[in-house]
C-alpha cells in the first residue's frame, strides 16, 4: 500500500511548492556558506550604524528621517537582515540558536517588522532602536573574517585574553601606592622636625 501512495503523483502546485523550496535551500548553503557572506552583512550592519548615527544627529544634519527615501533605505536593510536570517536557519537550522547572535538577530527582525512593516509604535518602536544599537555588536563576527583586520582581531582578542592581567596589575599598582602612602605618612607627618620643613608644608 505504500509503494501505491508513492506511485501517486504530487498535485502541480505541490510539486511547485518543493521545487521552489529546493532551490531557495540550495541558495541559502551557497550564500551562506560562501567566503565574502560575513565581510558583505559586516558591511551591511557598518552602512546601518552609519544610518542609525545620522537618524540621531537628524537635527545636525537637518535629515528628515519621514522622507521616501530614507523609509526605502530603512526597508532594504530590513529585507537584507530579514534575508539573512532566514538563510542562517534554513542552512544551520536549530543550531543557529546555540550562539547568542542568532537570537540577537532573531528579536531584531521580529521587531523590525513589527515597527516597519505592521506599524507598531510606542515604547515598543524605541526598544527596537536600542535593539537596532546592540546589533552592531555582530560588527566583531564580521571583522574577524575580513582578512585586512586579522591584526586588529587579533589585537582585540589579544586585549581580552589579557583582562585578568591588566585587572591584577591595576590591583598591584593601588597596593603599592597604598602602602608608599602610609610609609609617607608614618615617616613624614610623625616626623617633628619634618613637619617643620616649609617646603614639606607646602606640600
Known amino acids: ?22 532551490a531557495v535551500n540550495t541558495v541559502a548553503i551557497r550564500v551562506t556558506r560562501s567566503g565574502p557572506f560575513e565581510p558583505v552583512m559586516g ?19 537637518d535629515i528628515d528621517t519621514s522622507s521616501p527615501a530614507w523609509s526605502a533605505l530603512e526597508h532594504t536593510f530590513l529585507s537584507l537582515f530579514t534575508i539573512e536570517l532566514v538563510f542562517r536557519i534554513i542552512v544551520y537550522r536549530q543550531s543557529n540558536f ?13 521587531s523590525g517588522i513589527f515597527t516597519q512593516w505592521i506599524g507598531v509604535q510606542g515604547a515598543f518602536a524605541k526598544n527596537f532602536s536600542i535593539l537596532r544599537i546592540l546589533r552592531l555588536l555582530r560588527l566583531a563576527r564580521a571583522i574577524k573574517t575580513i582578512p585586512m583586520f586579522k591584526t586588529l ?24 601606592l597604598f602602602m608608599f602612602a602610609v ?21
Do not use: H
Open 98 to 110: 546555540n550562539s547568542v547572535w542568532g537570537w540577537l538577530d532573531l528579536v531584531v527582525v521580529i
Open 183 to 203: 610609609a609617607g605618612k608614618e615617616l613624614i607627618y610623625n616626623d617633628q622636625t619634618l613637619r617643620a620643613d616649609p617646603v614639606i608644608q607646602d606640600l
Open 43 to 61: 558591511v551591511v550592519i557598518l552602512l546601518n550604524a552609519a544610518t542609525i548615527g545620522l537618524e540621531a544627529d537628524k537635527a545636525v544634519y
Open 153 to 176: 582581531w587579533s589585537l582585540v582578542r589579544g586585549l581580552f585574553s589579557s583582562i585578568m592581567a591588566l585587572v591584577w596589575t591595576f590591583v598591584l599598582m593601588c597596593l603599592v
Open 1 to 22: 500500500s505504500q509503494s501505491a501512495r508513492s506511485d501517486v503523483p504530487r498535485p502541480v502546485w505541490m510539486r511547485m511548492i518543493f521545487r521552489c523550496f529546493s
